[in-house]
């Protein structure tokens, strides 16, 4: 792929089948508060390096598309409050206005699986927004993970969104969705969303071994490894019912919608829950870049 910058740790890995886990910066841009947003950057990259794998936080920056960013490229996707939210649709133009963005789950995912990179880890997955069915607004994440055969662990949808509907969609295009140890599909910040999953999985070398599988048959969706986050660090589920309705009142009464909505939301929930919102999405994370080296471990053998 033209005008991307590999650094060399992760080239080396990519070339030796070493195991990569890529992060995307959009939670990073968008979906954490400053100042906070650049050292939990920096402590999700250091989880991946500790469970043995090599950390792929990936971005677009000047036009350049940059797979494994230094500190200083961190800092500016942490600082820069005009920084772009790029979906796959969005990485032309950016490239050739050599302007800069966060790339989202759909963008990241896309990105490392054409370096040649396995395995994904992020926080929330986006999917079918609450009152779709007279918006139509649905992420693109989901048409996404139908189309491109990566390892993707997260802690289910951003419960922000109508996860039931998500799962269908999901189901509709053939994304395999395995809950990690559960049949319940995690809820995002909340243990369990009250929707399960058909299908759960034990350990790392078993999604190594679903997934080099898939790939030698030619199947083109993602793996999704759906994580829940644990107990004692999960928010409150009343508070957070709370907080969403007020904040969906709220961007209806704004006008906010589109790729608008979930910065917005997320932004709402770190303010009315006093840091609570924030305590929770760190913990699934780091879980998550931990799970996916594992497994990028085990893919690797």
């Not at 926080?123 to 994440?141: A, N």
């Not at 969609?169 to 809820?187: A, N, S």
């Not at 199947?219 to 309705?245: C, R, T, Y």
Request: glycine share 8%.
């Amino acid at each position: 792929m033209s005008i991307v910058k590999i650094t060399p740790e992760v080239s080396n890995a990519i070339k030796n089948n070493k195991p990569v886990v890529a992060l995307e910066s959009t939670i990073i841009a968008h979906g954490l508060p400053r100042p906070d947003n650049f050292n939990i950057a920096l402590e999700m990259e250091q989880v991946v390096k500790d469970a043995g794998a090599v950390a792929a936080t990936i971005a677009i920056l000047n036009g350049e598309i940059c797979v494994g960013l230094d500190s200083e490229q961190l800092k500016q996707v942490a600082n820069d409050e005009n920084i772009l939210k790029l979906g796959i649709r969005d990485i032309a133009h950016c490239v050739s206005r050599k302007t800069s963005g966060a790339t989202t789950v759909a963008s990241t995912a896309w990105i490392a699986h054409q370096c040649g990179i396995s395995t994904f880890a992020t926080g929330g997955l986006g999917g079918v927004h609450k009152g779709s069915i007279e918006t139509f607004d649905e992420s693109g994440d989901i048409t996404a993970l139908a189309q491109i055969p990566i390892v993707v662990v997260a802690s289910g949808v951003k419960s922000i969104l109508d996860v039931g509907a998500t799962l269908e969609r999901l189901e509709t295009w053939h994304v395999p969705v395995y809950g990690w140890k559960t049949f319940d599909f995690p809820g995002f910040w909340i243990t369990d969303s009250g929707f399960d999953v058909s299908e759960k999985v034990e350990t790392p070398e078993e999604v190594a071994s679903i997934y080099k599988f898939r790939k030698a048959n030619n199947f083109k969706e993602s793996v999704l490894i759906a994580q829940p986050i644990n107990k004692s660090d999960q928010f409150d589920p009343v508070l957070e019912k709370s907080i969403l309705d007020k904040g969906l009142q709220m961007a209806k009464e704004q006008s906010i919608t589109g790729k608008e909505v979930t910065p917005f939301l997320l932004g709402l929930m770190h303010k009315e829950s006093q840091g609570q919102s924030l305590k929770a999405n760190v913990a699934l994370v780091k879980s998550n870049a931990h799970l996916a080296a594992q497994i990028a471990v085990a893919i690797s053998r």
